[in-house]
């Protein structure tokens, strides 16, 4: 007796959904470029789109969402000895592996659509708030205080972004992300280390 799965599988909707959705907002705007529009180029319903993102401004950030769902996991296997301003570093740099030149996130080579939307921004610093707080309970549970963790975590962060910026904005020759980011976080961490 064989099992049949009924529609299309998860992993092609969504990327049918965020491909749609780039071509829209590059030919149309992102602020003319509605979620029926999106889902009937991609052949699929308005339900569909939201059972994979809860708004249209989610579809810029799936490469960074998933890459970062991974932090977590990276800060928790990071061994006890590693001092933790360092774990803080080398997590990141495992996550940043993930990036090479061929592989940009949608959000870091259009981010002047994010700049002028209220709502893409409102999406952006959700995800910095959340990573943040991912970031801070870590180096919490490392007996850092709470307002050195909190500093660290947004400090780092912003330097995070800006090296990936750089990166993205660096063009073919960018090569990977990893040493851009070590050349932005590093100082930060090692700044926060001596204190």
């Known amino acids: 007796m064989s099992s049949s799965v009924r529609g299309r599988p998860t992993v092609s909707s969504r990327e049918m959904l965020q491909e749609a959705a780039f071509e829209l907002f590059l030919e149309q705007t992102y602020a003319r470029t509605t979620v029926d529009q999106i889902a009937q180029r991609a052949g699929v319903s308005r339900n569909t789109f939201f059972n ?71 999406s952006a610093m959700s995800r910095l708030a959340t990573q943040a707080r991912v970031l801070s309970d870590f180096l919490t549970g490392r007996g850092v205080s709470a307002s050195v963790a909190r500093s660290v975590s947004y400090a780092t962060l912003g330097a995070a972004v800006a090296a990936a910026q750089d990166w993205a904005s660096a063009g073919v020759g960018r090569g990977p992300l990893e040493p851009y980011l070590r050349s932005a976080v590093g100082p930060v961490v090692e700044g926060f280390t001596q204190r």
């Open 52 to 122: 994979y993102f809860a708004a249209k401004s989610d579809v810029f950030w799936v490469d960074l969402d998933d890459s970062l769902g991974r932090l977590s996991l990276c800060l928790r296997d990071m061994s006890v000895q590693t001092e933790p301003m360092q774990a803080v570093l080398d997590a990141l740099l495992l996550v940043a592996r993930d990036f090479g030149p061929s592989r940009v996130p949608w959000a870091l080579t259009q981010y002047s659509l994010i700049g002028g939307v209220s709502e893409l921004q409102a």
